[in-house]
């Protein structure tokens, strides 16, 4: 079955870095597009980053951009986050997301927290 793992979370204060990893199984993960959400507290959760299945194609939204790049090692099958010039409003829970036909998988998230 799919499966998402991520870890690298945690607390870090502004301006500091955080990586996340997400390791995949169960699925053929050099065939598929690799994602990136987050969800603050009472928000709903949003997409921040993309990346294709060979990895030479990503994208972040623009409140991330040039701070935040998506990476993958398709020979670990494992997707990443870096995240640098972190601020508060980065404070969220992060998730790992495939999409396989209709299918979204989800992994638990890692909490990412931004604070003096």
């Known amino acids: 079955q799919v499966q998402l793992v991520e870890s690298g979370g945690g607390l870090a204060q502004p301006g500091g870095s955080l990586r996340l990893s997400c390791a995949a199984s169960?699925?053929?993960?050099?065939?598929?597009?690799m994602n990136w959400y987050r969800q603050a507290p009472g928000k709903e959760r949003d997409l921040v980053a993309v990346?294709?299945?060979?990895?030479?194609?990503?994208s972040v939204v623009n409140s991330v951009k040039g701070r935040f790049t998506i990476s993958r090692d398709n020979a670990k099958n494992t997707v990443y986050l870096q995240m640098n010039s972190l601020k508060p409003e980065d404070t969220a829970v992060y998730y790992c997301?495939?999409?396989?036909?209709?299918?979204?998988?989800w992994g638990q998230g890692t909490q990412v927290t931004v604070s003096s």
């Open positions: 990346i294709n299945s060979a990895g030479g194609t990503t």
């Open positions: 997301n495939v999409q396989i036909g209709y299918t979204h998988y």
């Open positions: 169960g699925f053929t993960f050099s065939s598929y597009i």
